[in-house]
Each structure stands twice: as C-alpha cells, then as structure tokens.
C-alpha cells in the first residue's frame, strides 16, 4: 500500500511541476521559511478551488434533480444549503445508496437511515449516483460504474463550464423543463484549458468529481474530509484504483473504453476525441473490406 501511494503522490507531483514550471526551484528553496509560506499559499489556493467548486456542485445538483421531469424532490433542494439533503431525503438519500442495498423497500430504507442490522450507506463505494441510469447490478458492479450522467453533469460543471452541464438532459437524462434564467457566460478559460487536459479526461478529475458529487448529496454544512463514517480521501483513491489498478490486458481495455466514453461526452469538439473515432472508423472500415474480400469467390 505504500509503495503504491508514493508512487501516485510522485505522478501527482509531476503533473503538478506541469502547471507550476517554479515548484521545483521553489521546494529546493534552502530557507525554510520561504519555503512553508510556498506551501501555505499553495494548499489556499487548493481550499479556495475546492469552495468554489462545492459551492458551484451544490447549487448545480439541486437545480438538476429539481427540474427533473420525473420525480423532482418535494419540496425542491435549497440551492443556497445542503440541508435537507442526505438520507433522510428520498431523492438524495436513493442517489447515496449502494447498489447492494434495494432503497425502495421500505423496511431497507428505514435500517440504512437509521443504521441499523448492519445496514450502512457510507461503507460500500458502488453508489448509485455512480451509475448509468442510476441502477447497478450487485451481480456485475463494473457495468455502468461511472457512467452517470449526473456525473458527466457535475464533471462539466467543474472543468468545462456551467453553461455546458445544462445542456438539454437532466439527472436521469430526459429533457430539462425550459425557460429558465441563465447567467451570461464567464469570460474566464474554463479549467480544462487551464490544467491542459487537452481534451482528455483523467482518473483524478473524475475521482475529484465523484467526491463533489457525492458530497453535494449529503446534508454537511461545510467541507469535511470525513462525514457520518465516508471517508473522501479514501473513496477519491477507490476511483483512481479502479481504473489505474487492473493492469490486465481485459482491465487496460475496459478502461480505454471508459475513458472513450468520457471523452465523447465531455469533450466531443477536441482533436482527441475526434482522432480516436476516426482511428475506430479506420479499423472498422478496413475490417468490413477485409471479411467481403474473403467472402468474394476466387477467380479459376
């Protein structure tokens, strides 16, 4: 475990001397004093990027799951709070579940909220607001893992802009409700282009999302690393292991096509994006000119 997460920590610093060209000469700095003020002003500027981003995630998801046009919360989410959220909502408590646990029995809810007979919420990372269509499959927990929308939704929030996670799907991806007021787009770059994902999603940010997501789902008055037993840290660790773990020839392939899949819905204008479909059409084509090829009779 811990060669592993000195080895993440290292690639982590890597990408970072990327965006800050002056980290290395700033950390071989022999005053120590100026180097803990680099330090300090380095972890503000994280705490500030992440209160902007949960503040942004917290009034985004409420506006998301309110305009649903199939079973809104009622009453609607505050956009301004996180009360009411949790599991004691039924909207946001089903989005909070593990797949393991089947929210709509009554009898199962009831445990999970007030948790009891070993019914815990927070102990199983296979969450529902994970998952394509919101559901998972406890027999085959890889299927769908990910591929929420509402996640896509909150990714888009965060790194491409505001405007582009409205979009016209909501949550569950059915139509939003029209007609709302929106805000005149910021003139600033969006935080793709200032980390250079160049088109291309990584584990990290999707792990960082998740987290935004998962915690602008809970009912916390402000940001806590640890909340009723959900460790953070650890789970934004789970989603960078379950695509960087499995390095098998099966788990490589299953993880190019998430990142694909990624890719064509949170950057479908960049050359990556299009380099990559072009490169399958390519390999399509030329396998269907192969098969009739063969399937042709040879002249005598």
């Known amino acids: 475990e811990l060669p592993r997460r000195r080895n993440r920590d290292y690639q982590s610093y890597l990408e970072l001397v990327k965006l800050i060209p ?4 700033r950390i071989a700095d022999p005053h120590e004093g100026s180097r803990m003020l680099y330090y300090a002003q380095l972890l503000d500027g994280a705490n500030n990027a992440r209160s902007d981003d949960l503040s942004r995630v917290k ?25 009411g959220r ?5 909207i946001t408590g089903k989005l909070l579940c593990p797949v393991i646990y089947d929210w709509d029995d009554p009898a199962t809810r009831a445990k999970l909220r007030d948790g009891i007979d070993d019914h815990n919420a927070f102990d199983d990372y296979w969450i529902r607001c994970l998952y394509e269509g919101e559901k998972g499959d406890p027999e085959d927990i890889e299927k769908g893992f990910l591929k929420s929308n509402l996640l896509v939704k909150t990714f888009q929030m965060i790194f491409t802009s505001p405007s582009s ?32 994902m160049n088109g291309q ?3 990290r940010a999707i792990a960082y999302t998740a987290v935004q997501l998962h915690f602008s789902l ?9 909340y009723n037993g959900f460790n953070y840290e650890e789970f934004y660790e ?4 379950f695509f960087e773990e499995d390095q098998t020839p ?4 299953a993880t190019s096509e998430l990142y694909n899949w990624w890719n064509q819905r949170v950057f479908p204008r960049s050359a990556a994006t299009r380099g990559a479909s072009s490169r399958s059409a390519r390999r399509s084509s030329l396998a269907r000119l192969r098969q009739q090829r063969r399937a042709r009779p040879r002249s005598s």
């Open 22 to 25: 002056s980290l290395k000469d």
């Open 165 to 196: 996670a409205r979009g016209n799907l909501d949550a569950e991806g059915t139509p939003e409700l029209q007609g709302r007021r929106r805000k005149a787009p910021s003139k600033r770059p969006p935080v793709a282009a200032q980390l250079r």
């Open 250 to 253: 099966e788990g490589k392939a």
């Open 59 to 83: 009034s985004g998801i409420a506006s998301l799951l309110n305009n649903r046009t199939n079973g809104p919360p009622n009453p609607p989410l505050d956009l301004d709070t996180r009360d």
């Open 86 to 90: 949790g599991l004691q909502n039924d």
């Open 201 to 203: 999603v990584t584990a």
């Open 218 to 226: 809970n009912d916390a008055t402000h940001w806590m690393s640890d």
């Open 238 to 241: 789970f989603i960078i292991d």
